[in-house]
């Protein structure tokens, strides 16, 4: 009877030990992954090595689909590797398209390429070790039919398109703004024929200018020009007394829509045209 207790105590602490070096080690995979229809599928798996020594015997991947169709689960492997013998690819729908990336037996993820539909799956990374047993993570692939996001290039030229469309709308918009100020009066000032005329500027109401042109005619008694245009016109008589009156004489200035005014008292003659 002792001695059935002491087999029994020997048993568990041999359970322990066993489950205590198995939890010491891990193997390390993405739960799940996505992959777009054409694209390539990375499915990462790497042994961790506890504080106790395990020695690797084999490593391999299989795969098994998102839905069993019959009651016999369907696994297919898809890898096989071992330290210093060459990568094994059995007969499996990614012959041909699936890859181990890394030689080191501790790295054994693959890369599968030209991914379609029918690659969805659950993905399982096996280690055959001594003296912990077999270790294993499961990646669950995903496929979408394309992708989402933009290409980098094509929004680039968006954004230096849109910049340059601001640019431009902002200059437009500050041109109309400086035309649609208030424009400037222009005073001549004359004080005799031999000195030059001089301008000044005046903030004032909205004026519209025209030209004032010198007409000479062949006679004193010759008409002012005509125009079928409703036109109106002001001979401007540069005088040197105050308080002479205007008369007609050479040259005459004249243009249309003008209002012309004489200062009394002086030889300063003003002109402006405004707008109708």
Known sequence: MELSRCDLLFVFNCCVSLFTV????????????????????????????????TQLIQGEWTREPLVQLSEKPVVEKIVVFKKGEETNY????????VDLINTSVHDASIKIINVNKTDEGRYTCTYSTFPSGSIEGTTTLITEVSNPRLPLVPVVVLAILLVIILIGAAAYFIMRKRRSRPKINAIVHRRNPNQPSRT??????DVTYADVRHVTPA?????????????EYAEVRHGSQSGSPLQRTDPVLYSQNVTALREEGGDTTYAQVKRN
């Open 219 to 231: 006679s004193r008694g010759a008409a002012l020009p005509s125009s079928n245009t409703g036109s």
């Open 200 to 205: 000044t500027e005046i903030e004032g109401e």
């Open 90 to 97: 059995p007969e499996s729908r990614l012959k041909g398209r």
């Open 22 to 53: 198995g939890k010491s080690q891990q193997v390390s995979v993405d739960p799940e992954i996505t992959a777009y229809i054409g694209g390539d599928a990375t499915l990462r798996c790497q042994f961790i090595q506890g504080k106790n020594e």
